[in-house]
């Protein structure tokens, strides 16, 4: 089994940037994809970016060029680097992991001035 914990959020001004980090422990050689997904307000939860145990990333076209996923396989951790931040950036981001469907317990990001 894996565990997920998610951490790095907070508020940030509009252009601003972020580092949320994905620590995972537990069964993690079977883990194929990592993921971080978003969730705001009434709207559902929808994956912003993805990386594979070959280190092949792919990116929401709302956040493509501004943020960035990345992976340290040392460290059994997984990063999305957010950079210019948007206001409608805001939402709780969770960490996943395939196959297994787990998640973390989120984190907030709140993108206002």
């Known amino acids: 089994q894996v565990q997920l914990v998610e951490s790095g959020g907070g508020l940030v001004q509009p252009g601003g940037s972020l580092r949320l980090s994905c620590a995972a422990s537990?069964?993690?050689?079977?883990?194929?994809?990592m993921a971080w997904y978003r969730q705001a307000p009434g709207k559902p939860r929808d994956v912003v970016a993805s990386?594979?145990?070959?280190?092949?990333?792919n990116y929401a076209d709302s956040v493509k060029g501004r943020f960035t996923i990345s992976r340290d396989s040392a460290k059994n951790t997984v990063y999305l680097q957010m950079n210019s931040l948007r206001p409608e950036d805001t939402a709780v981001y969770y960490c996943?992991?395939?196959?297994?469907?787990?998640w973390g317990q989120g984190t907030q990001v709140t993108v206002s001035s």
């Open positions: 537990g069964s993690i050689s079977g883990i194929s994809i």
């Open positions: 990386i594979t145990r070959r280190g092949t990333t």
């Open positions: 996943n992991s395939q196959p297994g469907n787990t």
